[in-house]
């Protein structure tokens, strides 16, 4: 089975600044997603990452605030722009391959905002 | 009414005793169903895949009931190491396979 991995793992951040997310697949994939994990909650989609075009957003959530990147086949970046203590919780990357249509999740970020 | 709704609990069971958790949707055109398992402070892990006819995996069977548009969870003979949250999945159907995430059950098995 694939790898899956993301980086920083956690961080404390102040409010105003801007952290980037890393999302790295060790095989190809064909789709990836971003999450969200707000304390106590479940999971909510922000965004499906598109190679090499932008990303599609759900409901909500804005490009300005989280910028996506997906240059190739195995990795993307989510941005967490110009944060605030509600932009705390757990960002989550998932992947998905043509041949089966279950997603496969990445250890998560912990993003704390003070 | 949300797209996918699950009881919270938490369910609380001896180890040893048989659970169920049921899981409703409100999209009847919904094709593709899972279950997720997700331990405390971890990403939720693939569980089982449920399929029309139903599918059992080890302790573990999950069924689909699509007149009444839910599906369920069984667990049979609990494990201490059962204790987590189950999260009930639906696949949207607009072709983007995009996920619909139910809140989760939170399940204790104690000893």
């Known amino acids: 089975s694939a790898v899956i991995s993301q980086k920083p793992s956690r961080d404390i951040c102040q409010r105003g600044t801007s952290l980037t997310i890393q999302c790295q697949v060790d095989?190809?994939?064909?789709?990836m997603f971003w999450y969200r994990q707000q304390p106590g909650q479940s999971l909510t989609l922000i965004a499906t990452a598109n190679q090499g075009s932008e990303a599609t957003y759900e409901s909500g959530f804005v490009i300005d605030k989280f910028p996506i990147s997906r240059p190739n086949l195995t990795f993307s970046t989510l941005t967490v722009s110009n944060m605030s203590p509600e932009d705390s919780s757990i960002y989550l990357c998932?992947?998905?391959?043509?041949?089966?249509?279950?997603?496969?999740f990445g250890p998560g970020t912990r993003l704390t905002v003070t | 009414r949300k797209e996918v709704e699950q009881d919270p609990g938490p369910f609380n069971v001896p180890e040893g005793a048989t659970v169920a958790f049921n899981c409703t949707y409100s999209n009847s055109a919904s094709q593709s169903f899972f279950w997720y398992r997700q331990d405390c402070r971890k990403e939720p892990k693939l569980l089982m895949s449920v399929y029309s006819s139903g599918n059992e995996d080890g302790r573990f069977t999950a069924q689909l009931n699509r007149a009444s548009q839910y599906i369920s969870l069984l667990i049979r003979d609990s494990k201490l190491s059962d204790s987590a949250t189950y999260l009930c999945?639906?696949?949207?159907?607009?072709?983007?396979?995009?996920?619909?995430f139910g809140t989760g059950t939170r399940l204790k098995v104690l000893a």
């Open positions: 095989s190809q994939v064909t789709m």
């Open positions: 999945v639906v696949e949207d159907t607009s072709g983007t396979y995009k996920y619909i």
């Open positions: 998932s992947v998905r391959w043509d041949i089966s249509y279950e997603q496969y």
